[in-house]
């Protein structure tokens, strides 16, 4: 079955005239020239962008989900699972050859140190978040700070702390006889909270010279 037929005044791929030119003239060598189209696909990704597999192959191939795109005496087949990622992008031919200028990018993989949104709406979630908002952060407000609850998993609180206690000297310090004492009498499915915050990057860390 024929796939769907797109408008060329508005493509998925736009395919310039020298690369157009370029492609009748190898399909000319072909046999059955005629019902060969132009197949674009997405066949994987490298170093933050995608990889393309380019080849002529028969119209008649395209199935109902795919995209076909009329070009003069030119079709362009685009398999549906690539629509897309190539929608907007531009073929063209120069000396070195076929060009593929895509301005997508593939949605990069979360790193090592990233973990997804956790979920706070558990009980023993809105009891940490309870405690912080009622006796953490009120106290280290006075210098500017804030204690912000990121997830809890497996009996673990992960918090983030930012303002003037994101670089603070005594962070650690805050955390241990702070926080956490208090998060551990307050609820007792918490066995420990660990700081994941990055305190390197503070902008304006809290900081009170000793007393001689």
């Known amino acids: 079955m024929m796939g769907q037929v797109s408008s060329v005044a508005d493509p998925v791929v736009t395919v310039t005239d020298p690369a157009r030119d370029k492609i009748l003239e190898v399909r000319a060598g072909e046999p059955e020239s ?23 192959r028969p119209l008649a191939d395209a199935g109902d989900d795919d995209l076909v795109q009329r070009h003069d005496d030119l079709s362009v087949v685009v398999p549906a699972a690539s629509v897309e990622p190539l929608t907007g992008a531009t073929l063209d031919f120069t000396g070195s050859g076929m060009v593929m200028q895509n301005p997508n990018r593939p949605t990069a993989a979360p790193g090592p140190g990233s973990r997804p949104t956790a979920d706070l709406s558990g009980p023993v979630a809105q009891a940490v978040l309870t405690v ?10 006075a210098h500017g700070g804030s204690a912000d ?12 702390m930012s303002g003037g206690c ?8 805050t955390l241990t006889q702070g926080i956490e004492v208090a998060i551990l009498d307050a609820v007792p499915e918490i ?16 900081y009170e010279a000793a007393k001689k």
């Open 191 to 206: 066995s420990s909270v660990i700081d994941v915050t990055d305190h390197a990057a503070g902008d304006n860390p809290y």
């Open 34 to 56: 005629d019902t060969l189209a132009l197949w674009i696909e997405v066949s994987g990704e490298a170093a933050g962008a995608y990889n393309y597999t380019m080849e002529l």
């Open 166 to 173: 994101q670089g603070c000297g005594l962070a650690a310090v």
């Open 132 to 141: 912080l908002d009622e006796q953490i952060n009120p106290a280290i407000a």
């Open 149 to 160: 609850l990121v997830a809890v998993e497996d009996g673990v609180v992960y918090v983030r």
